[in-house]
């Protein structure tokens, strides 16, 4: 299996323009996650969804950000308007259904983001 | 509230063996999860444990007390390529992960 795929893994743009990170999850997986790292923040929770639904999306920071995963193998991440705040590396990552082992968190490469 | 507290930064010496402390307070346990992640990569996995005691696993071994709401990641034979940051989380009662904010390791030689 390829793994988690992410793109781009980089991404250049300016204040106010719209942002969108994509995602392609392990096949088989039920479980997606979208992750921000920032070194003042460490790793945050913006959302997750099971069998292609959003179940928590409290870690979202404003209205601004909007995700949606219209099929089992394929996710994006939306920002709009950006700012530079936004700036961040953004994780996807997806794991199987289960309890305890099964809960291992399969990380993609990430999108670093810089907003000007 | 949920808390995981790790150490930020710790050195050591190539060669030597160090010990990454966790402590957590969280809404039920269902595990816990050592990740390590190298600058500029993605976190990987590391270890799992849900019962009490040691689990080792080759240079490193992770140990856990429910009871004390403790965990260590211990690394033996320090090699450079350790140098990373090493992030636990722990699977509370809903199985959502929390995440501690991480310990930044720098190994000198």
């Known amino acids: 299996d390829a793994g988690v795929i992410q793109s781009p893994r980089h991404e250049v743009t300016e204040m106010g323009q719209e942002v969108t990170l994509r995602c392609k999850p392990i096949?088989?997986?039920?479980?997606l996650f979208w992750y921000r790292q920032t070194m003042m923040r460490g790793l945050e929770l913006l959302i997750y969804?099971?069998?292609?639904?959003?179940?928590?999306d409290s870690g979202m920071p404003e209205d601004r950000f909007s995700a949606k995963m219209p099929n089992a193998s394929f996710s994006t991440l939306k920002i709009q308007p950006s700012e530079p705040r936004d700036s961040a590396v953004y994780f996807c990552?997806?794991?199987?259904?289960?309890?305890?082992?099964?809960?291992?968190?399969?990380f993609g490469p990430g999108t670093r983001l810089t907003v000007l | 509230g949920q808390n995981i507290d790790q150490p930020t930064e710790m050195t050591a010496t190539e060669g030597a063996i160090v010990q990454i402390n966790c402590t957590y307070q969280?809404?039920?346990?269902?595990?816990l999860f050592w990740y390590q992640q190298h600058a500029g990569e993605a976190p990987t996995f590391l270890s799992y444990?849900?019962l009490d005691g040691l689990e080792e696993k080759g240079r490193f071994s992770s140990f856990l007390s429910r009871s004390k709401g403790y965990s260590y990641l211990l690394l033996k034979e320090l090699q450079m390529k350790d140098s990373a940051s090493y992030l636990c989380?722990?699977?509370?009662?809903?199985?959502?992960?929390?995440w501690g904010a991480g310990t930044k390791l720098i190994i000198k030689p």
């Open positions: 990552a997806s794991s199987l259904k289960g309890q305890g082992m099964f809960n291992e968190q399969f």
């Open positions: 096949s088989g997986h039920d479980y």
């Open positions: 969804f099971n069998n292609n639904v959003p179940i928590d």
């Open positions: 969280t809404s039920g346990f269902n595990g």
């Open positions: 444990n849900v």
């Open positions: 989380a722990v699977l509370d009662s809903n199985y959502q992960l929390i």
